[in-house]
């Protein structure tokens, strides 16, 4: 699923918190994610230097280290802390080479609701070896009052990986359907959007192009630990700046920006991660505002799914588009197998090595 856990930066060359107040007020979004943020030891001086700047903050963990999470959750109950969750039980911990892992996320999840966290969920990689149990996990998100995020399978240079793709693309697109029923049955019309995000994540599982066109760029950006700024955490070709030697504006208004974006407006990767789409779900216009195409389609089924009507998913998903999946159903995973972590200093550029990596 995500080997960059074993390429650790040095923290000695991470992005230290004074470039990270170049960052300007207004944005949307922002999610600390790693590697594992808890890591770092300023975390929660990052997360009060950012909280300002953005209406939206979310720190995404793998849960396993409770004592940080706690203290911001005390401090900033608003945050959003999504906890990496790939299974229930057993299953997370084979599927994420984990030790006890599952109780341990539960317990730190327990924790952060009593220190008064208010927005506790889970993110879950989608894939072959979990697919029968995204209900129990949507489920278990509800539980602490927060909500489970789907994403699928992807490669790229944030996650050293060139292999993720389904073993079976059908069976684990079919896997999401009873969820995106089960979210369009929410109350809370955030998980009707999530419901189509959904529905774009099947499409992407199965191979097909994304549904809407990619934002990259231009309303989201990704930044490396090392301050480096990137159109997406998926091409490594898309670098537009450096915070280390340039202000934020800067770096938008810059060449390498612009023509990082004429480079998007032609990429041809697949990809739907979970950031991607929520930006390509918005206007540009009207940020605020969930697109007219995705808007129809969610209060369409939102009714049918009010009055206990089935879903015509094969009308807007074709099960019989499925691209080929090259690669070996089973990867390196589970408790007990010998890693070695290699440090990665910043001057190694290795990203280079993910540049001709594709999604599909």
């Not at 950012?50 to 209406?55: D, E």
């Not at 963990?61 to 299974?87: Q, Y």
Request: with cysteine; hydrophobic share 40%; glycine share 8%.
């Amino acid at each position: 699923m995500c080997h960059v856990w074993q390429h650790p930066t040095l923290p000695a060359e991470e992005v230290p918190i004074d470039f990270l107040a170049k960052l300007p007020a207004g944005f949307r979004r922002l999610v600390l994610t790693g590697g594992e943020p808890t890591l770092r030891a300023d975390l929660e001086d990052i997360v009060d230097l950012v909280r300002p700047k953005t209406r939206h903050l979310e720190i995404s963990t793998n849960g396993l280290l409770a004592a940080p999470l706690e203290r911001i959750a005390a401090r900033h109950p608003e945050v959003e802390i999504s906890i990496s969750i790939d299974g229930i039980g057993a299953r997370n911990d084979t599927l994420r080479g984990e030790q006890d892992g599952y109780e341990r996320k539960l317990a730190t999840m327990q924790r952060l609701v009593a220190a008064g966290g208010r927005n506790i969920g889970l993110t879950t990689a989608i894939q072959d070896g979990n697919c029968d149990q995204l209900l129990d996990l949507y489920r278990l998100a509800c539980r602490f009052g927060g909500e489970m995020a789907g994403c699928a399978l992807h490669n790229g240079f944030l996650f050293h990986k060139a292999d993720n793709e389904p073993a079976n693309r059908v069976r684990t697109a079919r896997a999401v359907q009873p969820l995106v029923y089960e979210l369009l049955l929410s109350r809370h019309p955030r998980n009707w959007i999530r419901a189509y995000q959904h529905l774009g994540m099947m499409r992407k599982i199965l191979g097909q192009p994304r549904r809407l066109p990619c934002p990259a760029g231009r309303d989201f950006l990704f930044v490396d630990p090392w301050g480096r700024v990137y159109a997406c955490n998926i091409r490594p070709d898309l670098e537009i700046g450096d915070l280390a030697s340039q202000t934020w504006k800067e770096i938008m208004a810059g060449s390498r920006a612009a023509e990082a974006r004429t480079r998007v407006a032609r990429c041809t990767h697949n990809c739907w991660l979970a950031g991607h789409a929520r930006a390509s779900l918005r206007g540009r216009r009207f940020p605020s505002l969930v697109r007219l195409q995705p808007l129809g389609w969610i209060l369409a089924n939102k009714l049918r799914a009010a009055l206990g009507r089935p879903i015509d998913f094969d009308h807007a998903v074709d099960f019989r588009d499925v691209a080929h999946t090259p690669v070996a159903a089973r990867r390196e995973s589970g408790p007990g197998r010998d890693f070695h972590p290699v440090p990665q200093p910043k001057t190694e550029q290795p990203y280079g090595a993910f540049n001709n990596v594709m999604n599909k």
